[in-house]
């Protein structure tokens, strides 16, 4: 079992040659398994977590419904964003400046195999960060990602999650709105849930500007605890 960790920021950067890299390193580790089975050897397989902030894009999940996004291409072009069909679960959702995005390319056999429990320390993470700064966060029953207020007309999301698994091999990950325009949201149904309401931790916190890099440790340490790994 290998549970060393190689983290990347990327920093900003588009989000189709992301989701290129991202393919590259899922291959890389779903060909060791292969050669492992196939060779009869144990070679360790690597597990990756990038870090990334994109331009405005919007991402629809492949059971997601093209409706949930209310702009065509010309006013897509017009607000500055892109948008990609892609091989997550999830419906709808969108990245930009200002959210931090996480995405584990993990061997869940160097951890645990189970998708369900996967995602659940991923929504612990997130839960525990915003604790540090003040905030009462938890999960929705029956909907992924970080809520606030859950259960209350005021219910409001903070954290998207969207992943896909292959040979116990994760990609994608989770997008948490620290210092986000929330305006890019008004032009989907976002992750097709009607009447529900998006935040972002400046806003929660009454402040121009969080520090994103502070945000980063403190994701970091919970993931580092919640997994029992080591970050290279």
Same mark, same amino acid.
């Given at each position: 079992?290998? $549970?060393?960790?190689?983290?990347?920021?990327?920093?900003?950067?588009?989000?189709?040659?992301? &989701?290129?890299?991202?393919?590259?390193?899922?291959?890389?580790?779903?060909?060791?398994?292969?050669?492992?089975?196939?060779?009869?050897?144990? %070679?360790? *397989?690597? =597990?990756?977590?990038?870090?990334?902030?994109?331009?405005?894009? #919007? +991402?629809?999940?492949?059971?997601?419904?093209?409706?949930?996004?209310?702009?065509? %291409?010309?006013?897509?072009?017009?607000?500055?964003?892109?948008?990609?069909?892609?091989?997550?679960?999830?419906?709808? *959702?969108?990245? /930009?400046?200002?959210?931090? @995005?996480? #995405?584990?390319?993990?061997?869940?056999?160097?951890?645990? *195999?189970?998708?369900?429990?996967?995602?659940?320390?991923?929504?612990?993470?997130?839960?525990?960060? !915003?604790?540090? #700064?003040? !905030?009462?966060?938890?999960?929705?029953? /029956? %909907? +992924?990602?970080? &809520? !606030?207020? @859950?259960?209350?007309?005021?219910?409001?999301?903070?954290?998207?999650?969207?992943?896909?698994?292959?040979? &116990?091999? +994760?990609?994608?990950?989770?997008?948490? =709105?620290? =210092?986000?325009?929330?305006?890019?949201?008004?032009?989907?149904?976002?992750?097709?849930?009607?009447?529900?309401?998006?935040?972002?931790?400046?806003?929660?916190?009454?402040?121009?500007?969080?520090?994103?890099?502070? @945000?980063?440790? $403190?994701?970091?340490?919970?993931? $580092?605890?919640?997994?029992?790994?080591?970050?290279?």
């Amino acid at each position: 079992m290998n $549970k060393r960790i190689q983290l990347q920021d990327l920093g900003l950067k588009d989000y189709k040659e992301t &989701w290129d890299y991202q393919e590259e390193l899922f291959k890389d580790i779903v060909d060791s398994k292969i050669k492992n089975r196939r060779e009869e050897t144990d %070679e360790d *397989t690597n =597990n990756y977590f990038l870090f990334v902030e994109h331009p405005h894009v #919007y +991402t629809l999940g492949k059971s997601g419904d093209f409706s949930n996004l209310l702009l065509g %291409e010309d006013e897509l072009s017009k607000r500055g964003a892109t948008f990609y069909k892609i091989n997550r679960g999830g419906d709808i *959702t969108y990245h /930009g400046p200002g959210q931090i @995005v996480g #995405y584990p390319i993990l061997d869940l056999d160097n951890f645990f *195999t189970d998708i369900h429990k996967y995602l659940r320390f991923l929504e612990e993470m997130i839960i525990l960060t !915003l604790q540090e #700064y003040g !905030l009462k966060a938890e999960r929705s029953e /029956g %909907e +992924t990602g970080v &809520w !606030l207020d @859950v259960g209350t007309p005021f219910a409001r999301k903070i954290c998207a999650m969207g992943v896909r698994a292959s040979r &116990w091999v +994760t990609m994608h990950g989770f997008a948490l =709105n620290v =210092n986000a325009d929330l305006g890019y949201f008004d032009n989907i149904i976002p992750c097709g849930i009607r009447g529900k309401a998006v935040t972002s931790l400046n806003v929660e916190l009454g402040v121009n500007h969080v520090d994103e890099s502070e @945000v980063k440790e $403190k994701l970091l340490k919970h993931f $580092k605890s919640l997994f029992e790994a080591e970050f290279i």
